[in-house]
């Protein structure tokens, strides 16, 4: 893996790209957000003797169970910059002047060799011309491996053992290791051009028995409950179809990939599959109720349409008005007397109720009836 953008990995974050237990790897930290190298592999068939830690590269030696040949992995992340590319293509030659055995250079090397293999970007002819001596002077060889096709792996990475067997077993060697390899890989992708175009064949053949196999069933709950074997036939078959789909937008991913850096971003079978994707993963084929999973669809539609309806009904029958009716009533003579003026005949008989013979002067009568007001009140009422 080149250009994690990470450092001080631990096992864990590793394990869930490799995919099981047997594992053994070592890294380059990054450079804050830029580089940064992985290196993992399987400890029953690679033997590691020694590690080269470089900024931009990350060289594994040893050896393969059962054989002497030394074996130098090299991962490979150049920069950007000429200059430090530059001084890589050095760094690597001396290194591998200084090491014998086998070696193999992956990675991202930033690097065209000729004018057709840039795309979208400048080429840049003095460059490619350092990039092509390196590669002559270390006597390294490039293998042609683009492609989706060839390049295409199913989650569990175990589809292709019977076409790889078949291949190896089949060769004929010619005596240069090199050339044997050419051919190995060469048959390899035609076969596994073969194989998939038959996977697919019958991928498609089991995808239409099992969508037409679920619309029956879904068709008679429409008239009659479903039996359990039914049931579960209709489950199992959603599961399968679904399980179709997630391949067939994997299938879908990578051969975007292929496109975009062939002809441009032109992906749209890509995003339809994402879309009818979405749909499917939206469509209710279970619900809890009552504490059991139910997944009868006459059943799901019912609880559905009953959930709605509790949200959206009138709770009441009947709600209260506000019209005032019931309600008791001031007379017109009490309304009146509401906005009525203060008069000083009235003050009079007021504080006479109150045990007063004189009203008092102004600020007196004003602290009184601020003191007394709430009885005043209802006193006048």
């Not at 957000?33 to 590269?57: A, E, N, T, Y």
């Not at 001596?133 to 390049?151: D, L, N, P, R, V």
């Not at 792996?153 to 292709?160: I, K, L, R, V």
């Not at 059991?292 to 009953?306: A, G, N, Y």
Request: hydrophobic share 40%; charged share 30%; net charge positive.
């Amino acid at each position: 893996m080149q250009e994690t953008q990470v450092s001080n990995l631990e096992s864990f974050t590793v394990g869930k790209y490799w995919g099981h237990a047997d594992m053994d790897w070592d890294w380059v930290d990054s450079n804050g957000r830029s580089g940064g190298l992985v290196s993992v592999w399987d400890p029953k068939v690679f033997f590691k003797q020694s590690v080269i830690k470089h900024d931009s590269f990350l060289v594994v030696s040893g050896r393969l169970v059962g054989s002497d040949v030394r074996i130098n992995v090299a991962n490979i992340y150049a920069s950007r910059d000429f200059s430090k590319r530059r001084a890589l293509w050095e760094d690597l030659r001396r290194v591998k002047e200084g090491s014998n055995g086998v070696w193999i250079m992956v990675g991202d090397f930033n690097e065209v060799r000729e004018e057709g293999d840039r795309m979208l970007s400048r080429f840049d002819s003095f460059g490619a011309s350092l990039f092509n001596m390196f590669i002559a002077e270390t006597g390294m060889f490039e293998y042609q491996m683009g492609g989706y096709k060839f390049t295409f792996m199913p989650e569990d990475g175990s589809s292709f053992v019977e076409v790889v067997n078949q291949v190896v077993s089949t060769h004929v060697s010619v005596g240069n290791k090199m050339k044997d390899l050419a051919c190995l890989l060469k048959s390899l992708k035609v076969n596994i051009k073969d194989w998939r175009k038959l996977s697919k064949d019958l991928e498609e053949k089991e995808l239409n028995v099992l969508k037409n196999e679920v619309d029956l069933i879904d068709r008679l709950a429409e008239n009659r409950r479903l039996t359990l074997e039914e049931k579960e036939r209709r489950t199992a078959g959603r599961w399968k179809i679904k399980k179709h789909e997630k391949k067939r937008i994997i299938d879908l991913k990578q051969l975007a990939k292929f496109r975009w850096a062939k002809v441009g971003d032109e992906n749209s079978k890509f995003f339809h599959g994402l879309i009818n994707s979405r749909k499917a993963r939206n469509c209710i084929t279970s619900l809890v109720i009552d504490g059991k999973i139910v997944s009868d669809p006459m059943v799901i539609k019912h609880e559905v349409k009953m959930r709605f309806m509790s949200r959206f009904t009138e709770p009441l029958q009947r709600r209260p008005s506000l019209d005032g009716r019931g309600c008791r009533r001031l007379s017109e003579v009490q309304v009146k007397s509401l906005v009525a003026v203060f008069l000083r005949k009235k003050l009079k008989m007021l504080y006479g109720r109150m045990g007063v013979i004189e009203p008092p002067g102004r600020t007196a009568l004003l602290l009184s009836l601020l003191k007394d007001f709430g009885f005043c009140w209802k006193t006048f009422l």
